[in-house]
């Protein structure tokens, strides 16, 4: 009887080690670049062992989802994407205009340092609208104005200015 339980147990502690095991190379797995994994797929499907499971024994089979294709995708290329200057804050502004008030309102009450550390440095917003007692709607276009202004910073290559 103890016997059995203690062979119990092991089983159970192998099995448990084997899944944290797999776990951990399905990881690595999935966070090869995806270059290195498309060819590793292309390799693994192009094996004999591999063909004789999927056509002779059917343990391997494919299922689509619906919905999804092979992406066309291309590789950015950070060199192509940014620009050598900097962009234009100005126009930034001037197509976000109901920013303007609001971009305002928060560097009255936080200050120029603050501000320029919420734009350059990356400070937690939910602090600073709390502290600036913004409504819902001006919220969420301080968020839309800060994701614009994150994407230009990072398209045009500026780190700080």
Same mark, same amino acid.
């Given at each position: 009887?103890?016997?059995?339980?203690?062979?119990?147990?092991?089983?159970?502690?192998?099995?448990?080690?084997?899944?944290?095991?797999?776990?951990?190379? +399905?990881?690595?797995?999935? #966070?090869?670049?995806?270059?290195?994994?498309? $060819?590793?797929?292309?390799? @693994?499907? *192009? =094996?004999? /062992?591999?063909?004789?499971?999927?056509?002779?024994?059917?343990?391997?089979?494919?299922?689509?989802?619906?919905?999804?294709?092979?992406?066309?995708?291309?590789?950015?290329?950070?060199?192509?994407?940014?620009?050598?200057?900097?962009?234009?804050?100005?126009? +930034?502004?001037?197509?976000? #205009?109901?920013?303007?008030?609001?971009?305002? $309102?928060?560097?009255?009450? @936080?200050? *120029? =340092?603050? /501000?320029?550390?919420?734009?350059?440095?990356?400070?937690?917003?939910?602090?600073?609208?709390?502290?600036?007692?913004?409504?819902?709607?001006?919220?969420?276009?301080?968020?839309?104005?800060?994701?614009?202004?994150?994407?230009?910073?990072?398209?045009?290559?500026?780190?700080?200015?």
């Amino acid at each position: 009887m103890i016997f059995q339980k203690q062979s119990l147990k092991q089983k159970t502690s192998q099995t448990i080690r084997q899944k944290q095991i797999g776990r951990v190379k +399905l990881a690595q797995l999935f #966070s090869l670049p995806e270059d290195e994994f498309r $060819k590793l797929i292309t390799e @693994i499907e *192009k =094996d004999s /062992f591999f063909q004789e499971l999927v056509r002779k024994w059917r343990v391997v089979n494919y299922k689509k989802f619906s919905g999804v294709r092979i992406p066309f995708s291309l590789s950015l290329n950070e060199q192509i994407v940014s620009s050598s200057e900097n962009f234009d804050l100005e126009s +930034l502004l001037h197509q976000n #205009s109901k920013a303007i008030p609001i971009l305002k $309102k928060i560097g009255a009450i @936080i200050g *120029k =340092d603050r /501000f320029s550390e919420l734009l350059y440095k990356g400070m937690d917003v939910s602090e600073i609208t709390e502290k600036c007692k913004l409504t819902r709607e001006e919220k969420e276009t301080f968020k839309i104005f800060l994701d614009k202004f994150e994407l230009e910073k990072m398209v045009s290559g500026t780190q700080e200015t």
